[in-house]
């Protein structure tokens, strides 16, 4: 498995780096690395927001959208 998320395969794989503004913490230009499926609405997120989803924040944010 190549390294999805950051070096080469990124640059080519995903216009602009992957980056664009995060849909939970509002950062611009920071990559969007991670999808997110919740009720059916699929998010892409970035990392920092995926570690903090998985411990458990952010529900009332992605309950939000
Ligand atoms: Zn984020």
Redesign the pocket.
């Known amino acids: 498995m190549s390294k999805a998320h950051r070096g080469r395969p990124l640059k080519e794989e995903t216009p602009g780096s992957g980056r664009g503004n995060?849909?939970?913490?509002?950062?611009s230009g920071?990559k969007?690395l991670y999808e997110y499926e919740v009720d059916e609405k699929k998010l892409v997120?970035?990392?920092?927001?995926n570690s903090?989803v998985k411990a458990g924040k952010f529900k009332e944010a992605i309950a939000a959208l």
């Open positions: 995060c849909p939970l913490c509002k950062r920071i969007l997120i970035c990392k920092q927001c903090a």
